[in-house]
């Protein structure tokens, strides 16, 4: 009796077995049925390509996205650079603009590489041991006309072609920037970024465009509303641009029209119009950059233009076209730095315009040797 009782009786080992086997197979069988009708809606396992590994298919057990957590933390660094003279007004905003690099550069967020400042002077200056630079030729005497912005497309040319360029992008910048907030890597694989300046108008100038963007091409909207800078583009695209914007933009200054009509722009024109020979669009992006005194607030941008000059009354009223009461104009410093500890606007002036003066006072007070310079 006791023996057919034994037998009647699982073991407990065995019941623990059981369990843990119907346990699993039904997880399996869950699992898949998910993973098979996400695949049905189109959603499948793989890599976004952004190196982010994707599944929008979900755990049965813990009802979470398995995705592989870390892996949104890949970085596509960007090269920083900046053409340059070796004249004065050149450098004391290289020196401000590099300053500024070095602060946010490994701030969470950013996304910034190496930096170089492409001198296209000829030969080296008395920044090369503070400044990473590097020299290249200006285009032959009498070349640029006196529009010095002119080298700016044949010092990339150079520096594309001979320089050692470890990240796969470039942020083209310029001495008059000023980082405000970390800037990440705004392009997507072959869409660079860049910032629509409202001066740049293709449309309204399509019977000078067509000289040098045929009908054939495409539309005239193809050609985006930008200049070269800000602009944050892959470097092998880049390599093929620039010899066609230096060619284009020479082009342009050769011919009386244009050169009339697009004036001191007419190298951002020529970068414009050189993207679309090459069928490369860029998003357009508000946010990379902001213009005192036109743009009030900083907030969530990223670089400060201080290309115009800042005038207000002492009540804080702007004065533009009008030296005011108060002002900020980096034309006021041709020759020499401005000087440390610039007075701070009147009430009332716009945070953009205040920012922009205690970046620039910060700067000149903790860079060695400013007021010799």
């Given at each position: 009796m006791i023996?057919?009782?034994?037998?009647?009786?699982?073991?407990?080992l065995f019941l623990l077995l059981l369990v843990l086997g119907s346990f699993f197979a039904t997880y399996n069988l869950l699992t898949m049925m998910i993973h098979h009708r996400g695949l049905g809606r189109g959603e499948v396992d793989g890599n976004d390509g952004d190196g982010l590994l994707l599944s929008t298919s979900l755990d049965p057990l813990i009802r979470m996205p398995r995705r592989v957590k870390g892996v949104n933390t890949v970085k596509y660094p960007f090269h920083v650079a900046l053409t340059a003279t070796d004249a004065?007004?050149?450098?004391?905003?290289?020196?401000?603009?590099?300053y500024w690099y070095k602060k946010v550069k490994d701030m969470p967020g950013s996304e910034m590489g190496g930096f170089t400042r492409i001198l296209h002077s000829g030969s080296p200056d008395n920044l090369m041991g503070e400044i990473p630079t590097y020299v290249v030729n200006p285009l032959p005497a009498g070349l640029d006309r006196g529009y010095v912005v002119l080298n700016r497309p044949w010092a990339f040319v150079q520096w594309l072609e001979k320089a050692t360029i470890e990240e796969e992008y470039i942020l083209m910048a310029e001495p008059d920037h000023i980082f405000v907030n970390p800037l990440p890597n705004l392009s997507h694989g072959g869409n660079p970024a860049a910032f629509p300046f409202f001066y740049i108008k293709p449309a309204e100038n399509e019977k000078?465009?067509?000289?040098?963007?045929?009908?054939?091409?495409?539309?005239v909207t193809d050609v985006d509303p930008i200049g070269n800078s800000p602009v944050i583009i892959k470097k092998s695209l880049m390599e093929?641009?620039?010899?066609?914007?230096m060619n284009v933009s020479l082009s342009m200054k050769d011919d009386p029209e244009t050169d009339k009509a697009f004036g001191w722009v007419l190298e951002m024109y020529g970068y414009a119009v050189a993207s679309a020979l090459h069928g490369v669009h860029h998003t357009l992006r508000k946010d990379f950059m902001l213009q005192p005194p036109w743009d009030l607030e900083v907030g969530k941008?990223?670089?400060i233009?201080?290309?115009y000059g800042c005038d207000y009354s002492l009540e804080g009223k702007l004065t533009y076209g009008k030296i005011g009461e108060w002002r900020f104009d980096k034309r006021s410093y041709l020759q020499n730095p401005p000087p440390r500890n610039l007075s701070l606007p009147p009430p009332g002036v716009p945070e953009s315009v205040v920012t922009l003066v205690k970046r620039v006072n910060e700067a000149t007070a903790n860079i060695p040797g400013w007021d010799s310079e």
């Open positions: 023996g057919r009782k034994n037998m009647g009786r699982a073991s407990p004065p007004y050149s450098k004391w905003q290289c020196r401000i603009m590099y000078i465009i067509r000289k040098y963007y045929p009908e054939e091409k495409g539309p093929k641009i620039a010899p066609t914007w941008k990223f670089i233009h201080y290309t």
